[in-house]
Every structure is written in C-alpha cells, then in structure tokens.
C-alpha cells in the first residue's frame, strides 16, 4: 500500500514539474492573479489522475489485495473474540446456576 501510494505520488510531482514547466515557459496559461500555483497543482492532479489509473492498475490490484486479507483477518479476530466471549458468559452463567 505504500509503495502504491508512493508511486502515485511520483507521478504526481512529475507532472507537477511538467506543468509547472510547461505554464511559466508560456505553452499553458496562467492563472488569474494570485491563483496561479493553483491552478498548476490542479492542472498535475488532471494530468496525473488518468496516467496513475493506467500505468500503476498492477500495483492498485496488489494493494487491494493486502487490503482484503487485512480486513479478512480483522473480522476473523473479531468473530473469535465474539465466540470467547460468548462461551465465558455460558460458563458464568452454568457456574451461578450450580451455586
């Protein structure tokens, strides 16, 4: 998952650097006054969004994978503290019948 997130990242100061790149040499256009480092970072996340979907589809197929398997074995921990707890009160309870 970090990996994944990593790499996305990278991608992400990639474009950044290309658009960055790209807006100050005059090929993009700028921003409205004061909104030009903006609309530079929102013009990256456009541009890196579609790239990061297609290039690291492996790498997110991967990390959902460890995902489930977390969430699996969290429900399984879930599901056998559920069944101590549930054998302890049958067994208090068998014990304060017997008193």
């Known amino acids: 998952m970090l990996r994944y ?3 996305r990242l990278g991608i ?3 474009c950044l650097v290309v658009v960055w790149g790209l807006v100050y040499s005059g090929l993009a256009p700028r921003g409205l006054g004061a909104s030009n480092g903006l609309w530079i970072i929102m013009l990256a996340l456009v541009f890196s969004a579609p790239i990061s979907f297609v290039v690291l589809r ?3 197929d991967r990390a959902s ?3 489930v398997r977390r969430v699996d074995r969290m429900k399984a921990n879930l599901e056998a503290n559920r069944n101590q707890e549930d054998v302890a009160d049958e067994s208090s309870r068998a014990q ?3 008193s």
């Open 5 to 7: 997130t990593l790499m």
């Open 12 to 14: 992400f100061a990639g």
């Open 58 to 60: 492996k790498e997110r």
């Open 65 to 67: 994978v460890q995902i």
């Open 96 to 98: 304060g019948q017997t």
